[in-house]
């Protein structure tokens, strides 16, 4: 069965022009990740949202890159189709720039770093105190897996 991503950028907010390029890229993700009739929803936002996200759902008073909210209702659509909400994922277009001037890579690496990362979360991965950094390679199970599912989809395009 199919997956559904609705994506949108917070009000007042300027819309990127790849904003059209994100959608089929999560599709594309969701596939490999086993994603079976599941929606979920993607806020382009800026650092002052996430730092109020940041701090009413996870008690920190600072922004961050990117948050996921699970969810994991199931409903019947009009048309009798089961659906699973996947959940939701906030991402900062404040820290898009500075993560990638991090990582010494291009925004379009660093977006869909943030988008493989937010679904591992949604699909109930964690990855503990350990951070993706600059020059090391990754141990625990989640961000192993996003490096490699990042590697297969390296020829996908969303900016540039």
């Known amino acids: 069965m199919a997956n559904s991503v609705l994506v949108s950028v917070q009000e007042g907010l300027e819309e990127p ?5 994100v959608e089929p890229f999560v599709l594309l993700a969701m596939k490999k990740l086993n994603y079976d009739g599941e929606e979920l929803s993607i806020m382009f936002t800026d650092d002052s949202m996430m730092q109020e996200l940041n701090n009413s759902y996870r008690n ?3 922004s961050t890159d990117v948050l996921s909210f699970e969810n994991g209702e199931e409903y019947t659509d009009e048309d009798g189709i089961k659906w699973v909400c996947a959940g939701d994922i906030a ?4 820290m898009l720039p500075k993560n990638a001037d991090y990582f010494e890579c291009t ?3 660093e977006l869909k770093r943030l988008l493989v990362h937010g679904l591992l979360h ?3 991965m964690d990855h503990g105190e350990e951070h993706i950094e600059k020059g090391s390679n ?6 192993v897996l996003q490096e490699k599912l990042l590697d297969e989809l390296k020829d996908e395009k969303i900016i540039g």
Not at 17 to 21: D, F, G, I, R, T
Not at 91 to 94: H, P
Not at 138 to 143: F, T, Y
């Open 107 to 109: 925004q379009g690496e």
């Open 17 to 21: 022009e790849w904003l059209s390029k």
């Open 122 to 124: 949604l699909n109930g």
């Open 138 to 143: 990754p141990v625990c199970e989640m961000l």
């Open 60 to 62: 920190i008073n600072s």
């Open 91 to 94: 991402i900062s277009l404040d």
